[in-house]
């Protein structure tokens, strides 16, 4: 109950955000009034996704989610250590553990509601707009969305437990933000130039950036209701037997790992920190 107020509580501090609401306004622009303008002006469909909406929604989960994830969740610690206001919050019963997890689950209803806010509205145009609306695909899309503004709600909140100066955690967010997006080229230049692993180890650790994980997340959900999608890639299979660490579905193992493993670090040095 006590994570639960706490979360309440950073929920509600966090919405009345002016840049949140800057993001939110951003969510509505590429997603609802893209949809309304490709209902109105009869924009070609591409498997029951008008093509503009398809767009948006690419920009959406590969840049807007991903800053408005970092913002939300990047200074929610380390602003409070410098305004004392999180001695304030531990002064109530509530421990250490509890006030981590509770401003984390906060955190990420905040990101949470800036997507739906975008969301709800172009799901319920296409859906009376469009005859043939995809459903499936584009709920899918959001649930990927949601996953990734996931992965960068935790790194930004694990970057403001780590640190503690608010300029540090937002470079060391925006550095992660690079990282994991130009994970595989980085990992190439190390390989070609140590010489590291190759085979399915390779492909394996080139798993873990964002654009494999993303792909993966797509097929797995997508495989729901298209029974003709593989079980991994081309590119991986290359019409043989696939381990199973290389199958679409184990993304979501990766996923915990990006998820997991910064959220500890994190929380490990928020218990050990003089506040």
């Given at each position: 109950?006590?994570t639960l107020t706490v979360?309440k509580?950073?929920?509600h501090?966090?919405?009345r955000?002016?840049?949140l609401?800057?993001?939110?306004a951003?969510?509505?622009?590429?997603l609802?009034?893209?949809?309304?303008?490709?209902v109105t002006?009869?924009?070609?469909?591409d498997?029951?996704?008008?093509?503009?909406?398809?767009f948006?929604?690419v920009?959406?989960?590969?840049?807007?989610?991903p800053?408005?994830a970092?913002?939300?969740?990047?200074?929610s610690i380390v602003?409070?250590?410098?305004?004392?206001t999180?001695?304030?919050l531990?002064a109530?019963?509530?421990?250490r553990?509890?006030v981590?997890?509770?401003?984390?689950?906060?955190?990420?209803?905040?990101?949470?509601t800036?997507?739906l806010?975008?969301?709800?509205?172009?799901f319920?145009i296409?859906?009376?707009?469009?005859?043939?609306?995809a459903?499936?695909?584009f709920?899918g899309?959001l649930?990927?969305?949601?996953?990734?503004?996931?992965?960068?709600v935790?790194v930004?909140?694990?970057?403001?437990?780590l640190?503690t100066?608010e300029?540090?955690?937002?470079?060391a967010?925006?550095?992660?933000?690079?990282?994991?997006?130009?994970?595989?080229s980085?990992f190439?230049?190390?390989?070609?130039?140590?010489?590291?692993?190759d085979?399915?180890?390779e492909?394996?650790i080139h798993?873990?950036?964002?654009t494999?994980?993303?792909?993966?997340i797509?097929?797995?959900v997508a495989s729901?209701?298209d029974s003709?999608?593989?079980?991994?890639?081309v590119?991986?299979?290359?019409?043989?037997d696939?381990?199973?660490?290389?199958?679409?579905?184990?993304a979501?193992?990766?996923?915990?790992?990006?998820?997991g493993?910064p959220?500890a670090?994190?929380?490990w040095r928020?218990?050990?920190?003089?506040l």
């Amino acid at each position: 109950m006590s994570t639960l107020t706490v979360a309440k509580k950073d929920y509600h501090d966090a919405i009345r955000s002016r840049e949140l609401w800057v993001l939110m306004a951003l969510f509505v622009l590429f997603l609802p009034v893209v949809a309304l303008y490709d209902v109105t002006s009869g924009t070609s469909v591409d498997d029951g996704l008008p093509i503009g909406t398809l767009f948006s929604m690419v920009f959406v989960m590969t840049v807007l989610a991903p800053v408005t994830a970092l913002l939300v969740s990047i200074k929610s610690i380390v602003r409070e250590r410098r305004l004392g206001t999180i001695k304030f919050l531990l002064a109530f019963p509530y421990t250490r553990g509890e006030v981590y997890v509770g401003k984390f689950l906060g955190r990420l209803a905040v990101f949470a509601t800036a997507v739906l806010v975008g969301y709800v509205p172009a799901f319920l145009i296409l859906f009376f707009g469009i005859s043939d609306f995809a459903v499936g695909p584009f709920v899918g899309m959001l649930v990927v969305i949601l996953f990734f503004g996931l992965i960068f709600v935790v790194v930004g909140y694990a970057a403001s437990a780590l640190t503690t100066s608010e300029t540090v955690a937002s470079v060391a967010g925006f550095a992660l933000f690079f990282l994991v997006y130009s994970w595989q080229s980085v990992f190439s230049l190390l390989n070609w130039w140590l010489g590291l692993v190759d085979g399915n180890a390779e492909t394996f650790i080139h798993r873990f950036g964002l654009t494999a994980v993303s792909e993966d997340i797509v097929n797995a959900v997508a495989s729901i209701w298209d029974s003709d999608i593989d079980s991994a890639s081309v590119a991986v299979s290359n019409g043989g037997d696939v381990p199973f660490y290389l199958q679409h579905w184990f993304a979501f193992v990766v996923l915990g790992v990006w998820i997991g493993l910064p959220l500890a670090l994190g929380y490990w040095r928020f218990r050990r920190a003089e506040l």
